[in-house]
């Protein structure tokens, strides 16, 4: 007798909510929104000058491929914390470079490349639905995109008084700073950055300081959380985020890595062992080789600041002002209308350029241009800018 499904004695089939999917838990991906510009500026007779996004075009270091060669017999599992090598040239080039007293092998980490670390912090950090993070008002997507993973509110912010006026009682878990910024190039100097560092301990939050661009300083010079005049010696509740990317052009090989706070450092390093998040052993050869040298750095600063010096003004001449930009390795530009249609515009000269929009409401006006296209490149857009 085939039983009935309504009758009491029927098990009851426990329903569960609908799986989120991906789609509905993240932002559209910023770069599919520009496929028709892109479109029309590959159309030009003098071809694109993309000038839309961060990615290197200069050779990696030699340095580098010899490291990575000589370390390519790598039959082994490579450790998550780094090899010793690698860890003591982190602690140096933090010591050396960015002035952290006290680093040592425990409070230093390599990751996957830093957007990696950026998406994932908040949930290696344990965050949820129930936790506030705080990113800036114009910023890289990423910061925002690892909230969103994780359920947590995202409160965006345009300087430290405003934040605490619109937080008011609520305690956030993780502060993101980024300085010189992606995408308006700005440099907050030591007050602004102790300032906050100082807040989000009042608070008891994370602040984790992306750093990436710091090689990267014209009008302006870039501080670390870690130095001592920004935390008093004391790297408590900080977190640096450093990139080989574009110091290094090693952004093909994901080398990034992470400093500060040692029992931050730990908890990030037990949950990476777990989920088996481990740097291949021939980059993590090359980044310790790159780390411990600034001479090649030096030369990618001059390439950078040629084509800054050619582009600006072109930039200017054609009549937009250029905000911010101390650092980094963009322009950030407006017409003073909106950024899609400045996007247009420099599209039909065969120019593309990343909307403002991309990096949130507060950059609709605004495009980013980089400085990471060849010199041919970046001439002949400053010529058609001019012509």
Not at 54 to 65: N, Q
Not at 120 to 140: F, H, K, M, N, R
Not at 255 to 275: C, I, M, Q, T, Y
């Amino acid at each position: 007798m085939t039983s009935d499904p309504t009758s009491a004695s029927a098990p009851v089939r426990q329903g569960r909510p609908p799986r989120r999917r991906v789609a509905d838990r993240l932002p559209d991906f910023p770069w599919d929104t520009i496929a028709g510009a892109k479109a029309t500026a590959a159309a030009h007779p003098g071809g694109i000058c993309d000038l839309s996004v961060g990615t290197p075009v200069d050779p990696t270091p030699d340095l580098a491929r010899r490291a990575l060669l000589a370390a390519a017999d790598a039959h082994g599992y490579p450790t998550t914390v780094g090899t010793a090598e690698l860890r003591d040239a982190m602690v140096a080039y933090m010591a050396g470079r960015w002035g952290a007293v006290g680093l040592d092998r425990d409070g230093v980490l390599p990751v996957i490349g830093t957007k990696e670390l950026v998406a994932w912090l908040p949930t290696q950090l344990g965050l949820g639905s129930e936790d506030t993070i705080v990113v800036p008002a114009t910023a890289y997507p990423t910061y925002e995109v690892g909230a969103r993973i994780v359920g947590a509110r995202v409160v965006a912010a345009t300087d430290l008084a405003s934040l605490r006026a619109e937080l008011g009682d609520v305690r956030p878990s993780l502060v993101w700073i980024n300085s010189p910024s992606n995408p308006t190039g700005e440099i907050l100097d030591a007050a602004t950055t102790k300032a906050w560092v100082d807040w989000a301990r009042e608070v008891g939050a994370v602040l984790a300081s992306d750093e990436c661009y710091g090689e990267f300083g014209w009008d302006a010079e870039p501080w670390s959380v870690l130095h001592p005049d920004i935390c008093g010696e004391d790297h408590r509740g900080l977190l640096s985020c450093m990139s080989l990317s574009k110091r290094s052009n090693l952004a093909g090989y994901r080398a990034g890595f992470v400093a500060g706070d040692p029992e931050l450092v730990a908890e990030l390093l037990e949950l990476r062992k777990h989920g088996g998040m481990m740097m291949p052993g021939p980059v993590q050869a090359a980044m310790a080789a790159l780390l411990v040298d600034q001479e090649h750095v030096e030369e990618q600063r001059q390439r950078y600041l040629a084509r800054r010096a050619v582009l600006r003004p072109a930039l200017e001449a054609a009549g937009f002002r250029i905000d911010h930009s101390e650092g980094s390795l963009y322009l950030w530009a407006t017409r003073d209308e909106d950024s899609r249609t400045t996007l247009d515009r420099l599209a039909e000269r065969g120019i593309l350029a990343a909307p403002g929009d991309f990096y949130g409401a507060a950059g609709a006006r605004h495009v980013r241009i980089a400085l990471t296209a060849t010199d041919e490149r970046i001439a002949e857009a400053a010529r058609r800018l001019t012509a």
